[in-house]
């Protein structure tokens, strides 16, 4: 036990007194470990020390109440459930060995994309388990009518010679059907294949199911991309602006002595040169940035806003270029240009999208920002691109089949173009389906038809133009706006297409490996690093932002757009969400039906709104009050260095008096003077005048001797 190690450890038999003292010691710990209600698994002890604390707690011949069991079963059952839990928001340590090799070779902010790519997979996994519990098999296990084509609606007069259609012709190539998605109308992928019976018929609502699984989905994943968001806020306004954590902590305690192979020591030799080339970056920029007068950061900002309205006129372009793209792909639907037509608002997308983010990069680099503020300002600039393409892909689908801000016959009678499509949820839902198919062919493409023959070329050719040419630079921000954009798409088509996430799922799972192909073969590390930690809160914010943008649309058609007649599962009704108050008369009670009209009603919403801002108040205090506590803190723990520094000093000056031999100059050179470095310890003193008292008249007796005088910079008021 740890009570005979310690005494059997001993350098030396003790006095009584000092192994009375030790009895005692040992007695009261003893005492505390019986009372303490910590876990034993959480004491700093063996293994064996462990159970002989068991054993204290509880003897063999005493025998626990069933209440402290079952309290104890329930804190391991909670600890299993935490780690779990754990274990699910890392992704079961999907990957881990090439995210520790990605992060090895080229620098945790490469790194973070592919994390950020896995953490995107296990919100598809996620999404897709909840929309199979509560849609798929109740249907299978209700056995409701089984999907098959949508009917044609009888009665409708188009104008001129037009007839209700599926909204497309038709054509037998299977593989074209397979890019289309016609081949999967009739299938559980689209909205039109789901069928169900009256609602008095069940008492389980695959309506209100299929209709509230999107909505539990997109506030599952608000709160996963908002927890990694607060987790991946900067730390530099928590520690401050002028806080650099010393190189001296980075050199001594980096490397991991626990490693035995050459190639996980060369990985982590990369690791820790990276980390001090970010570290030497950031200082370099930090001192220039203090260097600069007021005239040339005036300069500096007038530059920034040129490239930015620059950048914005870029963006407008695009917009309106995807506008007109859509509009003239979905106002055409002649046979002979049918082919070019399907794809003509992908491929528009995904020129713009390939181009923007590459003028974006060559306009922001001419700035010479921070490698950081680089890649967050170019990301920032292609998020909007994108997100802005994506909304303007939206409002043209929105003009042509529901008509918004047209006016038409169809439209009039029916609330949406029933003219040119019949089941217009289907045709939408076909629209993202090929977004989806066309940006993961686009990123098979470039991967083995541009980067993979590039670096064939580089490498086999020499000369000026191949050396100038080199293997392409790994870029985070277009690469995050692509996956950001897919999982866009896919949070908008979880009304029509609600296996849309399986197939972004098994798109990201292919991506992975195909961009970790390109990173470690065709491409070359780039030689800006940045942190992970300054790029990490800002994928989540994108990702937030796409999220808004696929929410908005979809609340605009379940309380507002007409369903189609003939298909689907709201056919006959005004809309989607009219489904919740038929449930609700019909099941609830008449105090749950007040209950509700309570609840949703303005009496309500006005003290809900009170008191939430009482409660954001308290939060916005209690954070303002944390600030100036950590401020306090910090300054104390400034004094508290610099008066063990003034110590040190007046103990060297009271060694060198009181040495028999004077100080030399190689041996006051060969005396450290920092414990950090590379940079002043936090507090250390600066020149100071000697104190008055008794170290002032001990080198007064000794007037020969010269007081060493410190160098270290002593921290002004506005540092601390």
Not at 187 to 197: D, M, S
Not at 623 to 633: E, H
Request: one cysteine or more; a positive charge.
């Amino acid at each position: 036990m740890f009570r005979q190690w310690s005494v059997q450890s001993g350098p030396a038999p003790r006095r009584p007194d000092s192994q009375a003292a030790a009895e005692e010691l040992w007695e009261e710990e003893v005492e505390r470990l019986c009372a303490s209600r910590a876990p034993v698994r959480m004491l700093p002890y063996a293994m064996a020390d462990k159970r002989f604390i068991r054993n204290l707690r509880e003897p063999e011949g005493v025998k626990t109440s069933c209440w402290q069991r079952w309290r104890r079963r329930g804190q391991v059952a909670r600890q299993h459930l935490r780690e779990a839990a754990q274990r699910l928001a890392h992704g079961f340590g999907l990957w881990e060995e090439a995210l520790y090799e990605i992060g090895g070779l080229f620098g945790t902010g490469i790194q973070s994309y592919f994390t950020f790519l896995r953490f995107l997979l296990l919100l598809n996994l996620l999404t897709l388990l909840m929309t199979g519990s509560f849609v798929l098999l109740p249907l299978v296990w209700l056995h409701h009518p089984e999907p098959g084509p949508a009917l044609k609606l009888t009665g409708l007069q188009c104008p001129g010679s037009h007839q209700p259609q599926s909204g497309i012709p038709r054509f037998h190539n299977p593989l074209w059907n397979i890019l289309t998605g016609r081949a999967f109308n009739n299938t559980y992928l689209f909205y039109g294949a789901y069928r169900a019976g009256p609602e008095h018929s069940s008492g389980y609502s695959i309506r209100l199911a299929y209709l509230l699984s999107p909505m539990a989905c997109l506030l599952l994943c608000f709160c996963g991309t908002l927890q990694r968001m607060v987790e991946g806020l900067p730390r530099q306004p928590l520690l401050g602006q002028g806080y650099r954590a010393p190189l001296s902590a980075k050199v001594f305690s980096s490397w991991d002595f626990c490693i035995r192979v050459w190639e996980a020591a060369t990985i982590k030799k990369h690791e820790i040169s990276n980390e001090l080339k970010v570290e030497l970056e950031e200082g370099r920029r930090l001192e220039l940035a203090q260097q600069q007068t007021r005239a040339q950061k005036a300069c500096r900002l007038l530059t920034y806003l040129r490239t930015n309205v620059l950048i914005g006129l870029l963006v407008a372009g695009a917009i309106s270029a995807i506008f007109w793209a859509t509009k003239y792909s979905q106002d055409n639907k002649e046979e002979s240009l049918f082919l070019v037509l399907q794809y003509l608002p992908p491929g528009v997308i995904a020129l713009v999208n390939f181009l923007g983010p590459q003028l974006f990069t060559v306009l922001i680099q001419l700035e010479n920002y921070p490698p950081s503020t680089e890649v967050n300002l170019t990301l920032i600039w292609c998020v909007v691109l994108k997100l802005a393409s994506l909304g303007m892909f939206s409002f043209s689908l929105g003009q042509t089949v529901l008509c918004v801000g047209r006016n038409k016959t169809s439209c009039e009678a029916y609330g949406y173009n029933a003219c040119e499509y019949q089941c217009w949820e289907n045709s939408v839902g076909e629209e993202l389906y090929k977004l989806i198919i066309f940006n993961f062919l686009l990123t098979v493409a470039f991967a083995f038809l541009v980067s993979l023959p590039r670096r064939l070329l580089v490498e086999r050719f020499s000369g000026q133009f191949w050396t100038w040419l080199d293997r392409e630079e790994f870029l985070v921000p277009k690469n995050v706006l692509d996956i950001v954009a897919a999982q866009t798409v896919t949070w908008m088509g979880l009304f029509y297409c609600p296996l849309l996430p399986l197939l972004n799922s098994a798109f990201l799972f292919l991506t992975f490996y195909i961009k970790k192909y390109t990173l470690l073969r065709n491409s070359k590390a780039s030689p800006r690093l940045f942190r992970a930690s300054s790029s990490t809160f800002f994928f989540q914010l994108v990702l937030l932002l796409g999220l808004l943008l696929a929410a908005v649309p979809l609340a605009y058609v379940i309380t507002s757009t007409r369903s189609s007649w003939d298909c689907g599962l709201f056919a006959n009704y005004s809309a989607p969400w009219q489904v919740v108050p038929e449930l609700v008369t019909l099941q609830l009670p008449l105090a749950g039906q007040r209950t509700l009209h309570y609840l949703s009603s303005h009496a309500f919403s006005f003290p809900l709104l009170i008191l939430l801002s009482l409660v954001l108040t308290v939060c916005v205090s209690q954070s303002r009050a944390n600030a100036r506590a950590i401020q306090g803190l910090r300054k104390q723990l400034v004094w508290l260095v610099q008066e063990k520094w003034h110590l040190v000093d007046d103990l060297s000056r009271l060694l060198l008096e009181l040495s028999p031999e004077p100080e030399t100059p190689r041996s006051r050179a060969s005396r450290p003077r920092s414990f950090c470095p590379g940079f002043p310890c936090p507090g250390s003193p600066g020149p100071r005048t000697p104190l008055k008292g008794p170290s002032t008249r001990l080198s007064s007796s000794s007037s020969g001797a010269s007081v060493p005088v410190s160098k270290f910079h002593f921290p002004s008021r506005t540092e601390l």
